[in-house]
Each structure stands twice: as C-alpha cells, then as structure tokens.
C-alpha cells in the first residue's frame, strides 16, 4: 500500500516538476498562475492534470485548441513516480527517501531544461548545494564532511577540467552550470561518488557523442549538453556506487 502512495506521490510531483521545466528558462513563477495550454493559454481544469492518466485520456492532445501535448509531460511523470517508488523500496520511510527524492528531482528538472536550452538553472544547483550539506548531517548515507568534501572535489575537478579544456580548445566545452551541478551531487553523495560520476558520465558522454558524430558527420563543435550524463552517472552512483567501487577495488586486488 505505501509503495503505490510513493508512486502517486512521484506522479504528483513529477506533474509539478513540468512546470517548473517549463517555467524556470523564463524565469516566471512557478506557482502562479496555475496550468494552461502553452498553446491556445485555456486553464487546464482538474480533472484534464491528473498524471499520467489525462495524458491518455486526453489522447496527447488539449481539450481546447485539440494541439499535441509534448511526450515530455507524462514521461517526467512516469519517471518521477518510478524514482520515487524505487528510492522507497531502496531506503523505505525515512529522511533519506526523502532527500535523495529531493534530489533525483532535481536532477530530472535539471536534465529536461539543459537537453532544450543547454543551460543548469543556479536556481536548483545552488540551493541544492546547501540541501545537501543539510542532509548529510541528518541522514546516514553519509557524513557532513564526506559530504563536504564532495561539494569541493566537484566543484573544483570539474572547474579544473573545464579551464583547462577552455585554454586548449579556445573555446568554452563545460559550462559553469555543469561544475555548480557536479558539486551538488557531491553533497549529497560524498566524494567517492563524484569520481565515479566522472567516470560514469565521461565513458557514456563519450559513447553518446561518437554516436552523434558518426551519425550527423559533424565535427566538434557539435554541443551535446554534459548536464543529463551527470544526472546519469549519478543516479548509477547512488543506487550502484557501493557495488561498483567494491567491484572496482576487488578486480584490482
Ligand atoms: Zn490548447
């Protein structure tokens, strides 16, 4: 019974987590007014904003102006619910499902805005930063100074490698964006994780880009966000990082 309310609960905030992806790139409130068809602005009645289920219901398209209504909608939802409904299995009811949903949240916000505009909103990274240190000093995943520790070896690899790529290629490769975002994963999963978030979302970045690069025969300049690869790596860190590292440490023996 628990596990499908931390579905339901997932959906709603997933539903709430398309606003903001809308809202936030144009910096308009988040709360006010409430939902409208991005198309033909009619309000969008209760009953046509339950998750998921309007999506099909509504047969992807507004009741009004009979305009698609973007994949991206029940996708963030479904995923939001699987999040949270996994990271209640995995941690059950406790601070740390919580914050760590607090956290995949943000991570799928932050991926959705930085595949359309190529941008990571400060918005969530900043305060996530703080969410974080706040979290490891009340959940037991990890400790305040491994979190710490975290939030300064990404902040400071990423922004080492991006100066560093900046100076060789002449032009920006990470965004600022992309360090702030490396740093709030930090926080709420230490260091260990954050090397193996690099790792992780370098290899499968790396992949992803050749693949593009193979297939558009572009060069270069080719700008895939590394926004969403983070998101990635961490999320693999979280639920796999122990295995992973002890796997690591074990081959290496
Ligand atoms: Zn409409």
Redesign the pocket.
């Known amino acids: 019974m628990l596990h499908v309310i931390s579905f339901i609960f997932g959906a709603l905030v997933g539903s709430f987590l398309n606003v903001c992806i809308l809202r936030l790139p144009k910096e308009e409130s988040i709360v006010w007014p409430g939902s409208h068809?991005p198309?033909?602005k009619?309000p969008i009645r209760y009953y046509d904003n339950i998750p998921l289920i309007s999506y099909i219901f509504l047969k992807a398209r507004?009741r009004?102006?009979k305009?698609s209504i973007s994949i991206q909608y029940p996708l963030v939802e479904g995923i939001t619910a699987l999040g949270s409904l996994i990271l209640f299995i995995k941690f059950g009811p406790s601070l740390s499902y919580l914050f760590y949903f607090l956290f995949v949240a943000a991570l799928i916000v932050i991926t959705v805005i930085d595949l359309y505009h190529q941008i990571i909103p400060d918005v969530i990274s900043l305060p996530g930063i703080g969410v974080g240190l706040l979290a490891s000093l009340m959940i037991p995943q990890v400790t305040f100074s491994n979190s710490l520790v975290g939030v300064l070896l990404g902040g400071g690899s990423l922004f080492l490698v991006a100066t560093i790529y900046q100076w060789f290629f002449k032009r920006e490769g990470m965004g600022g964006g992309d360090v702030k975002l490396l740093a709030m994963i930090g926080a709420f999963l230490g260091w260990k994780a954050v090397i193996l978030t690099i790792l992780l979302s370098s290899l499968i970045g790396s992949i992803i880009g050749i693949m593009v690069m193979v297939l558009k025969a572009k060069d270069f300049k080719y700008a895939i966000p590394f926004g969403p690869f983070l998101s990635l790596g961490a999320v693999i860190s979280l639920f796999y990082g122990e295995n992973v590292i002890r796997w690591y440490l074990c081959m290496n023996r």
């Open positions: 068809c198309h033909c009619s507004c009004y102006c305009e």
